[in-house]
Nanobody, 123 residues
Framework: VQLQASGGGLVQAGGSLRLSCAAS????????MGWFRQAPGKEREFVAA????????DYGDPVKGRFTMSRDNAKKTVHLQMNSLKPEDTAVYYC?????????????????WGQGTLVTVSS
């Protein structure tokens, strides 16, 4: 499956952004989808994941209560609504797909990756 992330940009602390990831090819509705991020000099970090039908979601501790992941299987897209953004949320955000019905939180569990979209939060 091919993934294309979009929606990144520059925002002030406390603001909001909505990231999108469009998929093509593959059986999108059967895939677990995830968002990860990577800041300069840091390892790739789990942000959020969602089950194939959207019933189950999981979030990394730093974003719980601020970020919401959703999916639209008919449009083959996932979204990440990011509210109350902080400077430490600055990173390249990647969407990823996992060919399994089990939600996972490690990068190694996801086999397909998009190109990333940069989010910069100014203080």
């Amino acid at each position: 499956v091919q993934l294309q992330a979009s929606g990144g940009g520059l925002v002030q602390a406390g603001g909001s952004l909505r990231l999108s990831c469009a998929a093509s090819g593959g059986m999108f509705s059967t895939l677990v989808m995830g968002w990860f991020r990577q800041a300069p000099g840091k390892e790739r970090e789990f942000v959020a994941a969602i089950s194939w039908n959207g019933d189950n979601t999981d979030y990394g501790d730093p974003v719980k209560g601020r970020f919401t992941m959703s999916r639209d299987n008919a449009k083959k897209t996932v979204h990440l609504q990011m509210n109350s953004l902080k400077p430490e949320d600055t990173a390249v955000y990647y969407c990823a797909a996992r060919r399994s019905s089990v939600v996972a939180t490690t990068p190694q569990a996801f086999g397909d990756w998009g190109q990333g979209t940069l989010v910069t939060v100014s203080s």
